[in-house]
């Protein structure tokens, strides 16, 4: 009995593989979902060119990394340039297109609860602009830094207040957003998304803008941004190895990258850390300890860690169809959970570096040119074909198999 075959060709393949999965953490959900997701993919490819490509981004780590990425912001940040009338009192009539509620047209999402709010500026009374990288710690108002819309966010006039200008952290006396209830009907709260992560890349954010590694520096340089003098509770964050614990483990949500591409729109430049959250711990590797991350040759992950600290980190899974794989295999620790259903593998604790595969599939067929009747192989218009490629994944009575 001759089989019907369906040949996927590899262009098909691409385009499955990345519908890239838009985060499962997204603090809001809607139809401009999928478009909005479409133009960050877009804005974001069109951002990273010629040494700033995500291949050559790839080879780089430490001064190196932040170095290529100083120069790119410096040169594309439009805070400081003339001809441009930035100020912090503007930043209050733009975050209805920045910060905009994917759900409710006019309305924003608030930092720190994720809550709806009317995006016409009301004086303040009911919400106003959080710096995530406080006044008081070196990001004053009149300066770009103060007024940076990748890191002055809008809040709650409410939720601000209870922050004021602590360091975030998770020990006694620090700041943690996961205190603060999301308070959004569009959240799901199996999705455990957190403001944790927010926090972290952006004040990651105002450290590879401002700040300076070596002799690594643009001319937005601001002295007070220097991360790693600004640690404990005087400073912005309780350690470099909680910023990216919470950085790993709460990866970026659509909400965040729906603003990323608002900021570009409004200043010119991006928060890498939200397009490429794998940089962090490359640029950072000198201040803790790392352990290598590989993934097999026949699944994409997001974010492409190459490296994790020994808290963990949180990535989504596709396997060579664009589907999320229905299992997972994780040598190196014991510590891990997978989530099928969002494709999604949890690492909490490690100690040797982590190898992350897929178990064989016991329903895939090992194909032989014997069995099967060339006659009556088609590509995908219908068309007849006088052999099958090796190693080509074919179709075939709804079961994948590899000749």
């Excluded at 994409?300 to 596709?318: D, I, N, Q, S």
Aim: with cysteine; aromatic share 12%; net charge negative.
């Amino acid at each position: 009995m001759k089989k019907t075959i369906l040949i996927f060709t590899s262009l098909l393949l691409v385009a499955s593989v990345w519908a890239q999965q838009i985060d499962m953490q997204a603090h809001v959900g809607s139809d401009e979902g999928l478009a909005a997701y479409d133009d960050y993919l877009t804005e974001q490819a069109d951002y990273y060119v010629g040494s700033c490509a995500p291949t050559a981004l790839a080879t780089l780590s430490g001064d190196q990394l932040f170095g290529v990425l100083n120069t790119l912001m410096g040169g594309t940040c439009l805070l400081e340039a003339s001809g441009y009338n930035y100020s912090y009192n503007s930043l209050r009539s733009a975050y209805v297109n920045v910060d905009r509620d994917l759900n409710n047209p006019g309305y924003i999402i608030g930092y720190y609860d994720g809550c709806k709010l009317n995006g016409q500026w009301d004086g303040g009374s009911t919400w106003n602009r959080e710096h995530t990288w406080p006044q008081s710690k070196g990001a004053d108002k009149s300066i770009s830094m103060g007024h940076d819309m990748q890191s002055v966010r809008p809040t709650s006039t409410a939720v601000n207040s209870d922050r004021g200008n602590t360091a975030y952290g998770e020990s006694p006396n620090y700041y943690d957003p996961t205190d603060v209830a999301i308070n959004n009907t569009a959240y799901k709260t199996i999705n455990r998304g957190s403001y944790r992560g927010d926090a972290a890349r952006v004040i990651l954010y105002d450290y590879l803008v401002y700040g300076k590694v070596g002799n690594y520096q643009n001319d937005l340089y601001n002295g007070n941004a220097q991360l790693l003098n600004k640690l404990g509770t005087s400073g912005v964050f309780e350690s470099v190895e909680v910023l990216l614990k919470w950085h790993m483990e709460d990866p970026p949500s659509l909400t965040e990258m729906v603003r990323n591409d608002g900021g570009q729109d409004y200043q010119g430049n991006r928060n890498p850390f939200i397009d490429f959250p794998e940089i962090a711990v490359e640029i950072l590797c000198s201040q803790v300890t790392t352990y290598n991350v590989t993934v097999a040759t026949d699944l994409t992950m997001w974010p492409a860690y190459r490296h994790t600290t020994k808290r963990g980190f949180v990535v989504y899974l596709r396997d060579a169809l664009g589907n999320f794989p229905t299992d997972v295999q994780v040598t190196g620790t014991s510590n891990w959970t997978y989530e099928a259903a969002m494709g999604r593998l949890t690492v909490t604790n490690t100690s040797a570096g982590v190898s992350i595969t897929v178990p064989s599939d016991p329903s895939a067929i090992d194909a032989t040119a014997a069995q099967y009747d060339t006659t009556a192989v088609y590509d995908i218009l219908g068309r007849p074909v006088s052999h099958m490629q090796k190693g080509q994944i074919y179709i075939s009575n709804g079961k994948k198999f590899v000749y």
